[in-house]
């Protein structure tokens, strides 16, 4: 008998009296693992994970330093695909090899991606004469936002002539979406992010080849074009000038937001929404009422699908002889291209589109159409073409909506097989899958489906909600059935109906109806975004939490057995204990230095600067979870036109110079300095936020602790080099500290932007 057995039955200090036990639990454990898996299986699941891993390769590239090499990452791809190959009579090296070669795939395509897209970006702000076509036009109640390709650019820094801009002018413009034109306009880099984390508008524009942000100065001249516009644009345009003739005749017929909120549902034109009505939608948790996603084209897709296949039905010599079934999807998937094509084809509904035609295929090749495999292949279809948007606030919120709903559908069919199975048998265990049966299908077929429906999208997506907008809508269950009744009954059918005769001049009945939805909709959307507790504010969370919390969402939804979904539970936990544990700040800086939010001796929030951009203060309070407004957040700071001074929680003096004139006295006295200008050598502040050390970082947050260290967080990585944040270039000499007598006179840098 050895001596382990020995302390075991004798309880031996020492011993394993708990490893005998143990060892049977596990390997109990093991064995139900293993048996779920081989289910998963039989039912082909395990090709789901290969999106994720090839998904997963993706933000790998989005993650990396600094830009990869082409050549290496599709090298990479092929050689972890021949292992792939060479092992696959070997089940677990196969399964390791293929998940990798998955990962290098999305890589790689992130990769090709980002060189097809390459186009030049405005070093800094400039002045520059341009010309080229209008691409789009964004009616605005006064004024309006455009998208140039331009033609040639003088005067711009660096020479640069960047293939897009998007501008914006603030009287009614005199020209349309194809006409070419010459203006001159003031041009900024596209905004990196206000905080480490935060959403980076840089890296959006680039891949859209936005190459400058800014507004037109001057006068805009029309002009002919020296070249003939490409089909494509000229095709687009007219398009555009449709969407913006009808959105103007909506937004007149219905008056006010209902108007705003009306062209919105109709054409995707959101520009006309004011401020309020955006924020009270928002807080309904119904945003998504005016933006043309998934639900819109899964809507227009069954009318199409629907009403053509029963007005076929009506001929019994088509519904006898012909598959009219497959006829209607036909034609649906042509109904559902137009509608994207008229709604403005934006980068959300072509993924709904490519979502909707590959179920609508699946009709036509007599497969299931409502399959989480479908749902894979939209997902692959995504990686290869927009890997960028699986960042993207919409993709996730859209893509683990659907996923929820599959997998709904999934466990609906499983246990109404099974309901069928016992329900041969005798007795009382026949009577109850019966009874469970009809409920089932009264739940989720009857008037409580659209809750049903809303509860298993809202749980699949809360943790995305709560990572990218740090907002949480308790009665969503509310908002969104009420949402889908507005969309199903007024928005859809009125968009085909109206734009059908619109034409004509007959459609002016049509939007007054839609109003009626409308009015309904915002008059209860108020009342719950004024009930208590009507938005949950969220702090940003710790940078790997949303990977655990995306796991658990993928593994309760993907797996089939329970077993395995079992496991997001553990991976939720972690998650949230991330959700928790966030970095937290005390002092946020832009990449601009133009401005900052500062912690206050009373624990909130407070910014500094005279006029801190809009966008930068709304991520700052959100990411603390403060529900104020930028222009609340005022706290005793003051502020002159050389800058602004205040006290951090824990007494320290923090100062924001925007004059040269004003460094000799803050240099002096504030322990934090932070400036856009380039500070000279003899500041003596101990931490020193400039210019050139912000062009190394991006934004940063400090956090300031209880025995006086500094923690830094930057959005940059200490050698990061990507095409949308590319590695500054060498360091400046600082300039001297100007003298005392200087006083105004002393020369002003140019601010970084």
């Known amino acids: 008998m050895s001596d382990a057995t020995r302390a075991a039955e004798h309880d031996e200090p020492g011993g394993s009296a708990l490893a005998l036990p143990l060892a049977p639990r596990l390997q109990k454990v093991a064995l139900a693992l293993q048996g779920a898996y081989a289910r998963e299986v039989e039912l082909r699941r395990p090709f789901l994970w290969r999106a994720v891993a090839a998904g997963a390769g993706v933000v790998l590239y989005f993650a990396a330093e600094r830009e990869p090499s082409l050549p290496l990452a599709f090298g990479a791809v092929a050689v972890i695909a021949l292992l792939a190959f060479l092992t696959r009579r070997h089940a677990r090296a196969y399964a390791l090899f293929l998940a990798l070669a998955f990962v ?390 009125c968009a085909l109906i109206g734009a059908a005769l619109y034409p004509f001049g007959l459609d002016g009945f049509v939007w007054r109806y839609l109003e009626t939805g409308i009015r309904l909709v915002t008059w209860l959307a108020g009342a719950i975004a004024n009930a208590p507790g009507a938005s949950l504010h969220v702090r940003a969370f710790a940078s790997w939490a949303i990977v655990f919390l995306a796991l658990a969402v993928l593994s309760a939804v993907l797996w089939r057995s329970w077993t395995l979904r079992a496991t997001a539970i553990p991976l939720a936990l972690i998650g949230l204990l991330g959700a928790r544990s966030g970095p937290g700040f005390d002092i946020a800086v832009p990449a601009t230095g133009e401005a900052a939010a500062l912690r206050a001796p009373s624990g909130a929030l407070m910014l500094l600067g005279k006029k801190p951009s809009a966008f930068a203060a709304e991520q700052w309070l959100r990411a603390d979870a403060d529900p104020r407004a930028a222009s609340e957040a005022k706290g005793d700071v003051g502020c002159d036109e050389q800058g602004c001074v205040g006290r951090a929680v824990d007494g320290r003096l923090v100062a924001l110079v925007v004059s040269r004139a004003a460094f000799l006295e803050d240099c002096a006295r504030a322990s934090i300095v932070i400036t856009p200008l380039r500070a000279p050598e003899g500041c003596a502040a101990p931490i020193v936020i400039d210019r050139r050390k912000l062009a190394e970082t991006g934004a940063v947050s400090l956090r300031l602790r209880k025995d006086g260290a500094v923690a830094w967080t930057a959005a940059r990585g200490i050698d990061e080099d990507r095409p949308w944040s590319p590695r500054p270039k060498q360091k400046e000499k600082r300039p001297a500290l100007p003298e005392e007598d200087e006083g105004e006179d002393a020369e002003r840098a140019e601010p970084l932007d």
């Open 104 to 493: 290098a795939a999305g890589f790689a395509s992130a990769a090709w991606r980002a060189a097809r897209v390459a186009a030049p970006i405005l070093p800094r702000t400039g002045v520059g004469d341009l010309t080229g076509f209008v691409e789009e036009i964004d009616l605005r109640p006064t004024g309006a936002r455009f998208i140039l390709r331009v033609a040639s650019a003088e005067g711009l820094p660096g020479d640069v002539v960047p293939a897009r801009v998007r501008l914006t002018i603030r009287s009614e413009p005199g020209f349309e979406a194809g006409d070419f034109i010459a203006l001159k306009a003031r041009l900024t880099p596209p905004a990196r992010a206000a905080l480490p984390g935060g959403y980076d508008f840089a890296r959006d524009a680039y891949f859209a080849r936005l190459g400058g942000v800014g507004k037109a100065l001057g006068r805009i001249e029309t002009m002919p074009p020296p070249d003939p516009a490409p089909l494509s644009l000229r095709f687009f345009a007219s398009v555009d000038r449709a969407r913006n003739a009808l959105a103007s005749r909506v937004y007149k017929t219905v008056d006010g937001d209902a108007g705003a909120i009306a062209a919105a549902m109709v054409t995707g034109k959101r520009e006309y929404l004011s401020e309020n009505a955006k924020d009270l939608i928002r807080r309904a948790g119904i945003f998504h009422i005016v933006t043309i996603s998934g639900m819109q084209m899964t809507l227009v897709a069954g009318i199409f699908f629907v009403g053509l296949r029963r007005l076929m039905a009506a001929s019994q010599i088509l519904a006898l002889n012909y598959p009219i079934k497959k006829w209607a999807a036909a034609l649906a998937i042509v109904g559902a291209v137009l509608y994207d094509i008229g709604t403005g084809s934006r980068v959300g509904t072509e993924r709904a589109l490519v979502m909707t035609l590959i179920m609508l295929a699946a009709t036509l090749f007599d497969r299931p159409s409502l399959s989480m495999r479908n749902l894979a292949l939209a997902f692959f279809f995504v990686i290869v073409f927009e890997p960028e948007a699986i960042l993207g606030a919409s993709f996730q919120l859209s893509f683990a909506a659907v996923a929820a709903l599959i997998a709904v559908y999934e466990w609906r069919g499983d246990h109404l097989a099974e309901g069928r199975a016992q329900a041969r048998g005798p007795g009382v265990a026949s009577r109850f899958s019966e009874w469970r049966e009809a409920l089932l299908e009264r739940t989720l077929h009857g008037p409580g489906s659209a809750l049903v429906a809303t509860f298993c999208a809202t749980s699949a997506t809360a943790a995305f909600m709560a990572n990218d907008f740090h907002e949480i809508s308790p009665y969503v269950l509310i908002g969104n059935p009420l949402t889908l009744a507005v969309i199903e009954f007024f928005a859809v059918p």
